[in-house]
């Protein structure tokens, strides 16, 4: 080669094996690594080398790869300001489920990329789509790549009709809701509200005696807000039964100040409310200071459970109990399975199953 290694690039490498400016020869030492060239471009070359029509020199391409260390090609499946052509090769080359998860979460990587890759995956690699739930919002046909791949899992396949019918079929009768509640107010949405789906609740509170235990405790940045002050104040006036009615039509602060209550009434009315958003799940999945009995609530709805985020809030939450968390975890992906057997911060029940499915998904890629 002419070109000095200061003015090599993988680009100007790849155009110039593109039209067949080099002889075979050199082809195949460049396809074995023997260029001086930054670690990035490496990668990209070899990677483009992996598609080769040369068979011969496509093998020795892919072992050249794997010699790579696979902290370096993480890296550069992680890195958003690497080429977007560069990654595509490297997306079409790998067959590793950690290295096409870093593409897909990579956001430099185009949408369309990631709808080819939908429709040939394998079920390790759908499930990663299927959750990246931002790329689908932006780009709807990944799901019919999704639907369409004849190897889809059962589970991904429940999951991308969900994801369907949540983020473009459900998408109107949100927004005609909210168009209502914008016109009439939120006082007027409350009061329209039903009690008839938290009859047996009622029920239940006009049975049960009202007790002395604690009340919900405000969060720091809760106390300094006026309303949530007000909202809290005239909380701890009420009865049981009105905390769960309260519970199940009140507006977000309401919700969020409720959930915390002890009395699995109130919270299960919280979880009832049909105004509840998956931000508030997802938050309230996340916290500590919250009686089990709703994060078990969560589990028994097929919407919420479905969400990914969700499901990787109540699996790294210790207060989750141990008999909802662990048929949780075999749904995780390989990333979050290795954060998880390694967290302190969670029962060593939960930890040892991590560790477990993480060997054997390893292990079989």
Request: charged content about 30%.
């Amino acid at each position: 080669m002419s070109t000095t290694s200061a003015e090599l690039s993988g680009d100007l490498v790849i155009d110039r094996i593109d039209a067949h400016q080099f002889p075979r020869e050199v082809v195949e030492t460049i396809a074995r690594g023997f260029l001086p060239l930054p670690q990035d471009d490496l990668i990209a070359v070899l990677a483009y080398l992996v598609r080769s029509p040369d068979a011969e020199i496509a093998a020795i391409a892919r072992a050249s790869l794997a010699d790579v260390p696979s902290r370096s090609i993480q890296s550069f499946a992680s890195n958003e300001k690497a080429s977007p052509a560069h990654l595509a090769m490297l997306m079409r080359a790998s067959e590793d489920p950690f290295i096409l998860e870093a593409l897909i979460r990579n956001r430099a990587v185009p949408d369309a990329l990631v709808t080819e890759l939908a429709s040939v995956a394998d079920a390790a690699v759908q499930e990663v789509i299927v959750i990246n739930q931002a790329r689908i919002l932006r780009a709807p046909e990944i799901l019919d790549a999704l639907l369409a791949n004849p190897h889809l899992s059962a589970d991904v396949h429940r999951r991308a009709l969900e994801n369907r019918e949540e983020f473009f079929e459900k998408k109107a009768r949100i927004a005609a809701l909210q168009a209502i509640e914008d016109e009439v107010g939120e006082d007027e949405v409350m009061l329209s509200l039903s009690d008839e789906p938290i009859a047996d609740l009622l029920a239940k509170a006009i049975e049960e005696p009202e007790d002395d235990a604690p009340p919900p405790q405000l969060l720091e940045s809760e106390k300094t807000d006026e309303k949530k002050l007000s909202i809290f104040s005239q909380i701890l006036l009420m009865s049981i039964s009105e905390k769960v009615k309260l519970a199940f039509k009140g507006g977000k602060t309401e919700r969020m100040i409720l959930v915390r209550d002890h009395n699995r009434l109130i919270c299960s009315a919280v979880m009832r409310n049909p105004r509840m958003t998956e931000s508030e799940v997802e938050a309230i999945a996340a916290m500590r200071n919250i009686a089990e009995e709703a994060l078990r609530l969560i589990t028994m709805k097929r919407e919420w459970i479905s969400k990914y985020s969700i499901l990787v809030a109540l699996a790294r939450n210790p207060k989750c109990p141990v008999g909802v968390v662990v048929p949780l975890i075999n749904r995780l992906t390989l990333r979050d399975l290795k954060g998880l057997k390694d967290d302190k911060g969670v029962s060593e029940t939960a930890r040892s199953v991590a560790r477990r499915l993480y060997v054997q998904r390893t292990q079989k890629s």
